[in-house]
């Protein structure tokens, strides 16, 4: 089953914040969220695995609620060169079979 | 330099025509995984493989073969290409951390 992200497309001006959610029916082992720029690959941000914890990277930062089996990803004083497609992945075991969401499109306007 | 590659980029083809499209990783990863992007529908997974001689497929399997003969090289097969195979096609390689290192992509055109 596919997790669901929300919003689909988001438009801020640089320095303003974003937070992207993505949502399972199934109970999860992980979840993982990437970044890609048109015409590019995927490029992966972080994961999150089962437990509940949260992680961050500068001003990019996520948390996992098992329970809700829900993952949100915070950006925040966004810059320009954050915009791009963020995907977020799904495991329900480490056994190597992902699913992802359809895509939430960032835009980050000077 | 660690990477993941694709081969070819850009494929034009015909219906029918047998295809391979190749992917190599220089990261001794265990896993890896074929997907295809399609405009509005995010990536899919078509297949994986956990280690060699080991496959499973992924969301949408149909139409397509892999094979896992060596730890670093995991081709794609279109046995009889069909145009709803046209798409975006990425290979990924799972690291230790199971972060997923994605190829530069294949971008296949069936007519």
């Known amino acids: 089953q596919q997790p669901v992200q929300s919003p689909q497309a988001v438009i801020l001006r640089e320095g303003e914040d974003a937070v992207i959610n993505c949502s399972s029916s199934?109970?999860?082992?992980?979840v993982h969220w990437y970044r890609q720029k048109h015409g590019e690959a995927p490029v992966f941000l972080m994961i999150?695995?089962?437990?509940?914890e949260q992680k961050g990277h500068e001003k990019i930062s996520a948390s996992f609620n098992e329970k809700k089996q829900q993952s949100s990803l915070y950006l925040t004083a966004s810059q320009l060169s954050y915009s791009g497609t963020y995907f977020c992945g799904t495991a329900d075991t480490n056994a190597g079979k992902s699913t992802f969401g359809d895509g939430t499109t960032l835009t980050v306007k000077p | 330099e660690a990477q993941v590659t694709q081969n070819p980029r850009y494929l034009i083809t015909v219906t029918g025509k047998k295809l391979t499209v190749t992917c190599s990783q220089n990261m001794n990863h265990e896993y890896m995984s074929w997907y295809r992007q399609d405009p509005g529908l995010g990536l899919r997974q078509i297949y994986y493989s956990m280690n060699v001689e080991v496959t499973d497929k992924g969301d949408v399997p149909e139409g397509y073969k892999v094979s896992r003969k060596e730890k670093r090289n995991f081709p794609l097969i279109l046995e009889s290409p069909s145009p709803n195979q046209t798409s975006l096609y990425f290979c990924?390689?799972?690291?230790?951390?199971?972060?997923?290192?994605f190829g530069p992509g294949t971008r296949l055109t069936v007519l």
């Open positions: 999150l695995l089962k437990g509940g």
């Open positions: 990924a390689s799972t690291g230790g951390g199971y972060e997923q290192f």
């Open positions: 199934k109970a999860l082992y992980s």
